[in-house]
Each structure stands twice: as structure tokens, then as C-alpha cells.
């Protein structure tokens, strides 16, 4: 497996786990929901995409700071670093499932604002959704794992437009739909909204425990190879 492989090979699994992240989603559902959904829909998605490459892209530089102290694909901190960022979160997804008190039970309250937004304020909610713990834990990773590896800028600069491709996809996919059959999308959408606001935090803190496990995975299986 060459770097640009070994690379795909991380940062792709970690796109997948962002795709899935519940909030974006339930977002872009109640834009979609919205009286004026299109303009909106595409302004949110624009913010979430640039927001989660801009992320990725600053991770990434800073990782290509710290010097490489291997010859492989990945030096083992990087690994490391991963497994560390992966047992905080299954930490974090235990504590927050063990104890149904710290769970929010009411929607939360933004959810409520997305009804009045203006296409520029779509794209600005699209880039705040990126500073949230799980979020950044992701681009973090999905950082790391290309800033530290042993290839050139333009390889790089792919891996990072890949990540943030399979990282948006979901979002994507709901104002891609909207846009070909709102008519007939709108009823899944409104059918979507109500059981994700009734499930929130319980999604939200079993996607957390699954990306934990994963970084753990991801990190772990390169440093025992080692």
C-alpha cells in the first residue's frame, strides 16, 4: 500500500463517521423544512463543506510542522495521537449513555432558529456546526493522518477535498434530493425531523462511542504493527 493509500485508508472511514453526525443532519432537514429551502439548503451546505475543509486543511499544516521521525506512511505519534483522541470520546459516549440525566431530552433550542435564517446566515450556521467537540475530533484526526504522512502537497491537498467530499455527503445527498423532488422528498423530510428530534442525544452519543471505537481501531492496529 503506497501513502496515498495508506492515508485514504484513514481518512475516509473518519468521513464516513462525520457524514453520519447526527446534528449536521437534523439541520439540514428543518433548512429543507424551511419556507424558503432551496437558497438556504445550498448556502448551509456551502458553509458546512468550506467550514470542514478549512479545518481539515489547518490540522493538516500543523502536522506537517512537527517533523517525521520514520521513513512509513505515518510516523507513530500520529497513530498515537488517534487512539488517545478515540479513548476520550468512547470515555466521554459511556459517561453521557450510563447517566440518562446528562442526556438533553428537549430538541435543541437552535433548532428553532433555523425557520427565520437568510441565505447568509445559512452559511454562516453551516461553519459554526463545524466548532463542536466531535466535529473537531474528526478534522483532528482526518489532520493528522494527512499532514503527518509522506506525501507531496498536491496528494494532500486530494486527500483533504476527499475527506471533506465523503465528510459533507449526507447533507448533500438531503439538498440534492430536495432539489430533483421536493413534492415527494418533503414527506420523508418531515417524517426524518420528527424522529430525529425525539432521538437527538441518543444518536448523538452512540455515533460518538462508534467514532471512538474506530480512532482506537485505527490507531491501535498501526502502533501494534509496529
Known amino acids: 500500500m503506497n501513502p496515498v493509500e495508506s492515508v485514504l485508508w484513514y481518512v475516509i472511514p473518519l468521513g464516513v463517521a462525520m457524514a453520519l453526525s447526527v446534528l449536521p443532519i437534523l439541520a439540514a432537514v428543518l433548512i429543507l423544512l424551511a419556507p424558503d429551502p432551496v437558497p438556504l439548503g445550498v448556502a448551509y451546505l456551502a458553509g458546512w463543506a468550506a467550514g470542514v475543509l478549512v479545518l481539515v486543511t489547518l490540522f493538516a499544516a500543523g502536522a506537517r510542522i512537527i517533523p517525521a521521525v520514520s521513513t512509513g506512511p505515518m510516523p507513530p505519534w500520529a497513530h498515537v495521537a488517534e487512539a488517545v483522541l478515540g479513548v476520550l470520546l468512547v470515555c466521554y459516549a459511556a459517561w453521557a449513555l450510563l447517566h440518562p440525566r446528562a442526556r438533553p431530552t428537549e430538541t435543541p433550542s437552535w433548532t428553532r432558529a433555523l425557520q427565520s435564517l437568510s441565505p447568509r446566515r445559512a452559511v454562516l450556521f453551516g461553519l459554526v456546526m463545524n ?11 482526518a489532520g493528522i493522518a494527512i499532514g503527518s504522512a509522506s506525501i507531496d502537497t498536491l496528494s494532500s491537498a486530494v486527500s483533504a477535498v476527499i475527506f471533506t467530499a465523503v465528510g459533507v455527503s449526507t447533507v448533500a445527498g438531503l439538498v440534492v434530493a430536495y432539489l430533483l423532488g421536493d413534492k415527494r422528498v418533503r414527506p ?27 480512532l482506537i481501531w485505527l490507531g491501535l492496529s498501526q502502533v501494534l504493527a509496529v
Open 131 to 141: 466548532v463542536r467537540p466531535k466535529n473537531l475530533t474528526l478534522a483532528v484526526a
Open 188 to 214: 420523508v423530510l418531515e417524517t426524518l425531523s420528527v424522529w430525529l428530534q425525539s432521538h437527538t442525544a441518543l444518536v448523538l452519543h452512540l455515533s460518538v462511542l462508534l467514532i471512538g471505537g474506530l
